[in-house]
Structures are given as C-alpha cells and as structure tokens.
C-alpha cells in the first residue's frame, strides 16, 4: 500500500484538510458493505481506534446530517455506483475510500474520476482500512502498491519521451478541449489522417486515448 499527498498527484482531486488542532477520531465513519458480518467487523475495528463508526441504512442522508464524515464503500461488482454519485453529491467534502476485490489501474481511474480518495483491497486487514481512513482525511491518497508502481512506471515512461513541438501542440490543443477536426485544419491534415497520427503519439505515451493522454501529459509537466 502506498499513500501519496492528494496535491502533489492529481489536481481534479479535492483536498481535504485537518488542522494540526483537530483529531481525526472525531468525525463520524459509514461503513457499506453487502455482507453485515465484514461491516459489522469493519464497525469494530474502527470503534477499537477511536472512531465513532456504524452502518446507515440511508447513507446520504448520513452524511448529510454530520458536518464532515468519512465513508468506507464496498465497489465489487455489481456495484452501486448510483449510491456513490449520490454520496458525492450530498457532501462535496466526504471523505471516501472504496473498497475493491483486486483492485486495478482501469478501475481506479474509474473512481477517482467520481470523487473518490483513496481505494484499498477489501481483501487486506481492518487495521489497513482504519489507517487509510486516517490518511485520507489528512490529505492523502492510499493506493495499492502494485497500482502506484504501475502509475509509476507510466509517469516514468512519459518523462523520457521525446516530443515533438507539434505533438505538444496537439496535446496542448485536447487539453484545452478543441476537437480532431480543428487540430486536423490547424495542422493542415485530413480528419482521417489526424486520427491516424493521434493514435501513434497515444501509443507512443502507453495510453489509451484522449483523456489519459491529457491527464498523462499534464501531469508529467509535457503541457
């Protein structure tokens, strides 16, 4: 497991401060989990460090009525990610750390895009969930190591690749929004021909497509 502080990772992500003044133990933990014996065991383990911790039947309006709360969220398929919007939405502050079987990169990329902070193995002790809780809430992000390597190793690899002005440009140009056919005219290529050349510089940064080319190249200081 790996934690990293959430402003030097990932600007989309919220930062959520605790003052020196202030203990984490204070703030009330949700725990939502299908299985009532790993939530109630979950419950225990948070009440053995301090926290004041229980299972909503009606988590958004949960959090609703604390001031600031933190939630543990189970995601394994089939997953409720309706739940989850609905928690962002009803505190835009909520401190909240998913719980995956095997969680991988995709999937993460997944919850991060949804407001999540941290995601943790459902697999791993409570002790490590009770830990990730208290750091997320201080402003870190808890990874798997597996999953930081790998985001590691794609960073990396972006750091020594060696771009051209116009590949620059182009990726100044996604991140600003502008769509292939206006890069395409302002480049002097066909549409075709710019999906074509699109598609080699993605392959060349180890991403998929537009959006992880973006938040790739952004956070590699490349645009």
């Known amino acids: ?3 990293w502080g959430l402003r030097n990772y990932h600007p989309g992500w919220k930062v959520s401060m605790i003052s020196d003044h202030h203990d984490p133990h204070l703030f ?3 725990i939502i989990d299908p299985l009532p014996a790993y939530a109630v065991g979950l419950v225990s383990a948070f009440a053995e460090a301090g926290f004041s911790a229980e299972c909503p039947t009606d988590p958004p309006r949960w959090t609703e009525r604390h001031d600031r709360s933190a939630v543990v ?3 394994d398929p089939p997953c409720d990610e309706e739940l989850l919007q609905r928690l962002v939405k009803s505190d835009p502050e909520l401190w909240i750390t998913v719980l995956v079987t095997h969680p991988r990169l995709s999937g993460l990329r997944h919850f991060w895009g949804m407001g999540v902070h941290s995601v943790v193995d459902r697999m791993t002790r409570p002790q490590v969930i009770v830990r990730t809780v208290e750091l997320t809430m201080a402003s870190h992000a ?3 190591m597996a999953i930081f390597e ?3 190793e794609k960073l990396l690899k972006a750091s020594d690749i060696d771009l051209s002005e116009q590949h620059v440009a182009w990726l100044e140009a996604l991140g600003r929004g502008a769509r292939i ?3 395409a005219q302002a480049s002097g290529y066909s549409i075709r021909e710019m999906h074509r050349l699109l598609g080699q510089l993605y392959r060349t940064l180890g991403v998929s497509g537009r959006f992880e080319a973006i938040a790739l190249a952004a956070r590699s200081g490349i645009i």
């Open 1 to 3: 497991m790996f934690d």
């Open 28 to 30: 009330p933990v949700a």
């Open 73 to 75: 969220i189970t995601m």
């Open 142 to 144: 808890v990874v798997p």
């Open 150 to 152: 790998s985001i590691a």
């Open 181 to 183: 056919s206006d890069i």
